[in-house]
């Protein structure tokens, strides 16, 4: 019998559950004291029940109630015993430090130095004029950070981590100042990048910057093929203006970044005026391109969420009519980087003013109703999973985008009432699932060894704090195709580096991440 946890540790005063995985005959478990081997807290374990996602039966242990700060494993009555952890206020303390230095790890066009970035450290990469597809026009694009495993740096994925780590400041600002002080230079660092991937004539954005094909397994300055400027897009250029105009709010408050501010904003407007005028299509790769696609089956929640975010900013009303003329059942939710209506939802009910209750609270209710259905499901599943059942390419990023939105919903609403929701699907992140795999690269007492990341891969060792993606039943890549065949889908996880359908990371997986572990330091 396999006992899973939160490999990292709980802190006093939430939820602390263990699951036993696989049929047994024990029936109780001790929490022992990892100094003293004394037991200093028991209880029994749940009935045993089929858990059809890992084809397995399980049991539960709750020690809800013990949260004297100390060092810990559980033992059964048949003497297995867990991994170690940590009862303690600050437990993910480390973990958010690392997860935000990811994205400086990711950094592209500069150099990092040994100090900072260790046996990661690297030369200034991509620093060489990029070419706009099928033209002889060439435009400097250098700075933002590598979105994933791979060198590309697509506008799209960079929308969803800047909203998510800039709102991370706005709602935990003291979290951000005592432990991760960085982050707006760091977030500035890419959208600084963005403004350049903006067409200066039509004020169009580009959908992304990447060689025509992948490298091999390299440091990023080995990688000097051409570097080329993908056409511009529906969905790059509304989520621009969802980027530039959430980072005027925040950067305009503070004098050192006044100057840049004005810039996003500004820039912002230009980027909404050309779509007023335009129609660029949804993207889809030019001939001879095979990088990441970052393809669309819609641009109307992008759309949403640019004039929610203008909205909110501005206050213009012309930006609330344009929102009010919208079907919202035709808008795609979530918060992820193709389906954003979420973060517009989200953007607007947090405007300061509403001129139609009516339109409000539909709004409100697409906010709501996904909460509900996330409560629902960690109610119902015993690791605490969130999304019932559902597993797919990334899946680990909406785990994290539900506890996201469950600390909305609870600012939102003046409440407390979702916490104990987020403390449960943060253990389901950081081991406590049929893996038993703390799924942060670095931390826990087992974490991805191998992830589908250049850089790890070329230095033989993965760099720490980020999220990998996680169980993919669908059998996305070569190597699950091969091994994975009739697994049970909440097991189709490989700790591979070549396995880039569940153990890759990007940049928009580690986003929500940060903005979970801030609000629980």
Partial sequence: MNIMINQLGYRPGTIKKAVFSGSSDADSFKVINQDTKECVYSGALSEEKYYEDADENVKIADFTDFNIVGKYYIEDSLGNKSFTFDIKENVYEEALISSVKMFYLQRCGCE???????????KACHNTKARIYGTDEFIDVTGGWHDAGDYGRYVVAATKAILDLLMTYE?????????????????????????????????????????AGFPGFIMPEF?????????????A???????????????????????DADKYIEAAKKALAY???NTAGLFKNPEGIVTGE???????????????EMYKTTGNKEYEDILMSINLDDVPGLFEWKDVGEYGFYAYITAKEHSNKEFYDAVYKRLNDHAKSIIESVDEDPYGYSMSGKYYWGCNMGVANDAMLLILMDRIDGTNTRKKYVS????YLF????????????????????????????????????????PEPLLLDDYMKKNFDGIAKAKCYADYFDSYSTNEITIYWNSPLVFVLAEQV
């Fill in 112 to 122: 990092l130095d040994k100090v900072s970035a260790d046996i990661f450290s690297h």
């Fill in 294 to 308: 970052y393809d669309d089956y819609s641009s109307l929640d992008e759309k949403f969420l640019a004039y929610a």
């Fill in 424 to 427: 449960s699907i943060t253990d």
């Fill in 171 to 211: 709602l935990n600002q003291n979290a951000v100042e005592k432990y991760i002080p960085q982050l707006l230079d760091e977030v500035k660092y890419e959208l600084d990048w963005m403004l350049k991937m903006q067409d200066e004539k039509t004020g169009g954005v580009y959908h992304k910057v990447t060689c």
């Fill in 223 to 235: 990688e000097t093929e051409e570097l080329i400027v993908s056409p511009i897009s529906d969905t």
């Fill in 275 to 277: 779509t007023e005028n």
């Fill in 237 to 259: 250029t509304y989520d621009f203006v969802a980027s530039m105009a959430h980072a005027y709010r925040v950067y305009s408050k503070i004098d050192k970044y006044k100057g």
């Fill in 431 to 470: 081991g406590n699932n049929p893996n038993g795999m703390c799924y942060l690269t670095g931390f826990g007492s087992k974490s991805p060894m191998g992830p589908h990341h250049r850089p790890s891969v070329a230095m033989k060792k993965p760099m720490p704090g980020m999220l990998v993606g996680g």
